[in-house]
């Protein structure tokens, strides 16, 4: 098992910035994929971005294209959102997730370990 905590939401100015983290524990998180997907009230679940367990590369929603940045450190087991630039629409919960030796993608199904969520607000 591979158990991931979230951190770091919480109530963030429109264009002001905030750093979400993901601890995993349990596992080496190096042999995971890493990703972050969030979801606001009434809405599906949504992919934002996440990075690879291979080659490192990152890869992200359209919608926060420019915006946010996804690094992990692997000798922390912990990865992180960067979120620049806040913009209204970005309040969400915000989760953590991990596969396997593959590639995460926009789709939330097939992710091996979820993390329990942190909520980002966004004040105008």
């Known amino acids: 098992q591979l158990q991931l905590v979230e951190s770091g939401g919480g109530l963030v100015q429109a264009g002001g910035s905030l750093r979400l983290s993901c601890a995993a524990s349990g596992r080496t998180a190096s042999s995971y994929s890493m990703g972050w997907f969030r979801q606001a009230p009434g809405k599906e679940r949504e992919f934002v971005a996440s990075t690879s367990w291979s080659s490192g590369g990152t890869y992200y929603a359209d919608s926060v294209k420019g915006r946010f940045t996804i690094s992990r450190d692997n000798g922390k087991n912990t990865v992180y959102l960067q979120m620049n630039s806040v913009k209204p629409e970005d309040p969400a919960v915000y989760y953590c997730?991990?596969?396997?030796?593959?590639?995460?993608?926009?789709?939330?199904?097939?992710?091996?370990?979820w993390g329990q969520g942190t909520q980002v607000t966004v004040s105008s």
């Open positions: 997730a991990a596969k396997a030796y593959s590639r995460i993608y926009s789709s939330t199904t097939g992710l091996d370990f």
